[in-house]
């Protein structure tokens, strides 16, 4: 299992502090950049998995690769530095291969119709 890593925030990032402001809400906006983020990480992995889709038609591949599936949720749960354990991030990881496995089903369905 990957070592695990200090929760405090990166030199670049400031750590929220209680003064002037509740710390819940310093927190909330240390949140809410870290969910912008991860939208743009999400949607830049499914653009990804949009265009393996049309190379895996140009190929006459299927979508679902479970070899691969397997890989990544191995990977992500032996790297997983923690706090989320194991499990957590392998449910986390299932949810979004699900889904880019129905954009990758999506963008091979709107090919066919082109």
């Known amino acids: 299992m990957a070592q695990k890593r200090d929760l405090k925030p990166p030199a670049e ?19 809410d950049a870290i969910d912008e983020q991860l939208m743009r990480l999400l949607n830049s992995r499914s653009a990804c998995a949009v265009e393996i889709g049309k190379v ?48 990758e089903r999506l963008a091979v369905d709107q090919e066919k119709k082109e």
Do not use: C, Q
């Not at 502090?17 to 509740?22: L, M, P, V």
């Not at 895996?56 to 979508?63: E, F, H, N, S």
């Not at 990544?72 to 706090?83: A, C, F």
């Open 56 to 103: 895996k038609r140009a190929l006459g591949l299927p979508v679902y690769s479970p070899e691969r599936e397997a890989w990544i949720l191995e990977r992500v749960m032996r790297e997983n530095p923690g706090p989320l354990d194991p499990t957590a991030v392998r449910r986390v990881f299932e949810r979004i291969i699900d889904e880019s496995r129905r954009l």
């Open 13 to 31: 990032a400031k750590a929220p502090t209680a003064s002037g402001e509740s710390a819940i809400d310093e927190w909330r906006r240390r949140i």
